[in-house]
Nanobody, 114 residues
Framework: QLQASGGGLVQPGGSLRLSCAAS????????MGWYRQAPGKQRELVAT???????NYADSVKGRFTISRDNAKNTVYLQMNSLKPEDTAVYYC??????????WGQGTQDTVSS
């Protein structure tokens, strides 16, 4: 129901853009967001964006990452710039809707390494 793409291997200082498209079976979408989980660590919030466009970022990515969404395509994006090795993680997209359902994507591996 959530299809993520765009992960990969990049050198420090590089950029990646993640996309996550929600299928038509997910209706009345409210917030969309990205979380990440590094090896040996708990999953953490990266960024979220509400239906109205309000955004929230983890302090560690502020000024480097930008979340956006295309409501017509039910798609959320994460533009990641100035990547650091500590950004290496599996990135998961998340969507919730106005009737209280919560959905997770399958995860995409992003590795920042020289």
């Amino acid at each position: 129901q959530l299809q993520a793409s765009g992960g990969g291997l990049v050198q420090p200082g590089g950029s990646l853009r993640l996309s996550c498209a929600a299928s038509g079976s997910i209706f009345s979408i409210n917030a969309m967001g990205w979380y990440r989980q590094a090896p040996g660590k708990q999953r953490e919030l990266v960024a979220t964006i509400t239906n109205g466009g309000s955004t929230n970022y983890a302090d560690s990515v502020k000024g480097r990452f930008t979340i956006s969404r295309d409501n017509a395509k039910n798609t959320v994006y994460l533009q990641m710039n100035s990547l650091k090795p500590e950004d290496t993680a599996v990135y998961y997209c998340n969507v919730d809707n106005f009737v209280g359902n919560d959905y997770w994507g399958q995860g995409t591996q992003d590795t920042v390494s020289s």
